[in-house]
């Protein structure tokens, strides 16, 4: 790569991270799972748009995928990630393996309570442990200014917060919009897992999110009925299954009877063998 250095292992990051730092500039770290698109290019954007120096890590990270999840089936396209980031002026890659990741028996975890007992959690089961550790990890790895981070991931940006916080870690976690397919679609990396059919289904959330957010919005609408509403459209519009469709606290991530403040509204469903999830604001 011509303006993309490819590092492997921590000491050549923190290298690499080190030769820009000393020349005065700021870094900024985007943490992937790979399979990138153009939301993880916005986050390179992002962090070039506040003037830091773009980092990106490429690790598909064992510990946050459950025993039935799809780990070996996760989409990899090395190759292919490294020419988008650099096309997106990213300038470090950070691939590295297993073992430089988990060198040995991980004893040390990180847990944020309170944030990950609703929405995904109950449905995922130590992901956010598996997220909150890894991040952690790439974030002393690198230690950057800021972390940036897709909206998409509602809850896991405020775990990620919440733990930059608690631990006081001297990196701000930036949040940047979700971006979205001409008809609404949040890009992901498993929007390719679905079939033809099923995405032309997939835009029922998008569209039930929006108009749920436009009945609660006025604070004068229960929550709970409109919620009760959305999921039964999003099952008659094709989905298999609707693990949870709520209306929290921005914040918290507590669900609200009626919107009086920040709200988010999130949603997790399974359309044939893929899980989407989606919010909005409110």
Do not use: W
């Amino acid at each position: 790569m011509k303006d993309l250095t490819v590092v492997r292992t921590a000491a050549d990051l923190r290298r690499a991270v080190g030769e820009f730092r000393a020349a005065g500039r700021t870094i900024g770290m985007i943490p992937t799972m790979g399979a990138l698109h153009e939301g993880h290019t916005s986050l390179v954007q992002g962090a070039l748009d506040r003037g830091d120096l773009p980092v990106a890590s490429i690790f598909v990270n064992p510990t946050q995928f459950g025993p039935n999840e799809d780990l070996a089936a996760y989409p990899r396209d090395e190759a292919g990630d490294f020419a988008k980031l650099e096309a997106a002026g990213c300038r470090i890659a950070y691939a590295p393996g297993v073992e430089e990741m988990y060198p040995g028996p991980q004893v040390t975890t990180v847990t944020v309570a309170g944030l990950t007992d609703g929405l995904c959690g109950p449905f995922r089961p130590g992901h956010f442990q598996g997220v909150a550790t890894v991040v952690c990890k790439l974030l002393m790895m690198a230690m950057p200014d800021r972390g940036y981070f897709g909206e998409k991931d509602y809850q896991q940006l405020q775990v990620l917060k919440r733990m930059a916080r608690d631990l006081a870690m001297p990196i701000e976690i930036v949040g940047m919009p979700t971006i979205r397919e001409p008809d609404g679609l949040a890009m992901s990396s498993r929007n390719r897992y679905l079939s033809p059919q099923e995405r032309k289904i997939a835009i029922a959330m998008y569209r039930e999110l929006t108009a749920l957010a436009a009945k609660v919005r006025d604070g004068r609408t229960p929550c709970a009925k409109a919620v009760a509403e959305s999921t039964q459209a999003l099952c008659a519009a094709g989905f298999d299954k609707v693990e949870y469709f709520d209306v929290v606290d921005a914040e918290s991530l507590a669900q609200i009877e009626c919107v009086a403040g920040p709200a988010r509204i999130a949603a997790a469903a399974r359309l044939g063998r893929t899980r989407l999830i989606d919010n909005v604001a409110v």
